[in-house]
């Protein structure tokens, strides 16, 4: 038997115990170690317009192969690994002519812990697609990072940033933060953090970025080296911001929407046609950015102390997500463990 939090009738997670699954042709079972809370986690638990009864939650997760169904080649039991949580479809235009940096949105939908069980179980059986190995000298805990990671690395790869260009984060939450040490891995370090929260801001400016309010926006991003805003990377999911990034972007910028946005934007059309700017929407990541982040995080440019601030039990699962969706945390990062001995 093993233990998983599954949404009961009252949109909380309510620990209980399940058979262990069994690998299907092509599958594998990955006893999980670490599993990260995610927005989209707190979307799917607290505003379907019906509660998920019974469904697991959790896509951002590492931990240790367990079996390995008929078919399946390159793995072994006891691999230690990272989920890579899009299922291909293998018939829309990202998978018949996107290559390796193309995003297969039906695969995602039908990924762990959205359109399956996911990582708040203590195993859990994927498509042997979806495993990668983590690489020697990188602990667990910090490979339960990729996911997240890969979704900031895709937003700096759209931003098309070159070493010394300015560029502006909209957002110092968790993608926002991600985002911030993407761009460092990368030797974009004339960064501007506009965050309105003074909390947020303060925790932003400790990984070695200037930051402001929405308001002084303006005066901040002209004080980073007197040089143009390049790139406006939208982190936040709040619609104000959209207007706010075309008119901090320099002639020719780019706005590169990250962030999940549920209402309607409005933006100043003759700004964005003066300045010729592009607006590009940035969903998820490709399995490129996956290995982009996997490799960044094994190389030591990230710093994982800073982002994962939580690590809570299972049991403690359910109270860490109404303090999360509160609005109340400091939290950055927050793990679920397992309690999976490394």
């Given at each position: 038997m093993i233990t998983l939090a599954a949404i009961d009738p009252d949109r909380r997670l309510t620990v209980t115990v399940s058979e262990v699954p069994a690998p299907r042709p092509g599958e594998v079972t990955v006893d999980v170690a670490y599993n990260g809370v995610c927005g989209s986690d707190l979307h799917l638990l607290f505003d379907a317009p019906d509660p998920l009864v019974g469904h697991v939650l959790g896509h951002e997760f590492s931990g240790v192969l367990r079996a390995i169904g008929d078919g399946?080649?390159?793995?072994?039991?006891?691999?230690?690994?990272?989920?890579?949580?899009?299922?291909?479809?293998?018939?829309?235009?990202?998978?018949?002519?996107?290559?390796?940096?193309?995003?297969?949105?039906?695969?995602?939908?039908?990924?762990?812990?959205?359109?399956?069980?996911?990582?708040?179980?203590?195993?859990?059986?994927?498509?042997?697609?979806?495993?990668h190995g983590v690489p020697d000298g990188l602990s667990l805990r910090e490979a339960a990072l990729t996911e997240p990671l890969a979704v900031a690395m895709r937003g700096v790869a759209h931003a098309g940033l070159q070493s010394g260009d300015s560029v502006v984060v909209a957002g110092a939450g968790p993608i926002g933060l991600l985002t911030v040490e993407a761009l460092h891995a990368r030797g974009i370090d004339r960064i501007l953090v506009v965050e309105p929260n003074p909390e947020r801001r303060a925790r932003a400016s400790r990984f070695g970025v200037e930051v402001s309010s929405p308001d002084d926006a303006l005066s901040a991003a002209?004080?980073?080296?007197?040089?143009?805003?390049?790139?406006?990377?939208?982190?936040?999911g709040h619609p104000d911001v959209i207007?706010?990034?075309?008119?901090?972007?320099?002639?020719?910028?780019?706005?590169?929407?990250?962030?999940?946005?549920?209402?309607?934007?409005?933006?100043?059309?003759?700004?964005?046609?003066?300045?010729?700017?592009?607006?590009?929407?940035?969903?998820?990541?490709?399995?490129?950015?996956?290995?982009?982040?996997?490799?960044?995080?094994?190389?030591?440019?990230?710093?994982?102390?800073?982002?994962?601030?939580?690590?809570?039990?299972?049991?403690?699962?359910?109270?860490?997500?109404?303090?999360?969706?509160?609005?109340?945390?400091g939290d950055v990062k927050v793990l679920i463990s397992h309690g999976l001995a490394e």
């Open positions: 399946v080649t390159g793995h072994r039991p006891g691999d230690r690994v990272v989920i890579l949580p899009i299922d291909p479809c293998g018939v829309c235009q990202a998978c018949t002519g996107g290559g390796d940096s193309a995003v297969c949105v039906t695969g995602l939908a039908g990924g762990p812990g959205i359109g399956r069980p996911g990582g708040l179980a203590a195993t859990v059986a994927v498509p042997a697609s979806m495993v002209a004080g980073l080296d007197d040089a143009n805003v390049r790139a406006v990377i939208e982190c936040s207007d706010l990034g075309v008119n901090l972007l320099g002639y020719g910028g780019r706005l590169v929407v990250v962030g999940v946005h549920s209402m309607p934007a409005s933006v100043h059309l003759l700004a964005m046609s003066v300045k010729e700017v592009t607006v590009v929407g940035s969903t998820a990541y490709s399995a490129a950015d996956f290995a982009a982040a996997l490799d960044a995080l094994a190389a030591g440019l990230v710093d994982t102390t800073a982002l994962i601030t939580s690590v809570v039990g299972l049991p403690e699962a359910n109270a860490k997500v109404v303090e999360l969706h509160g609005g109340a945390s």
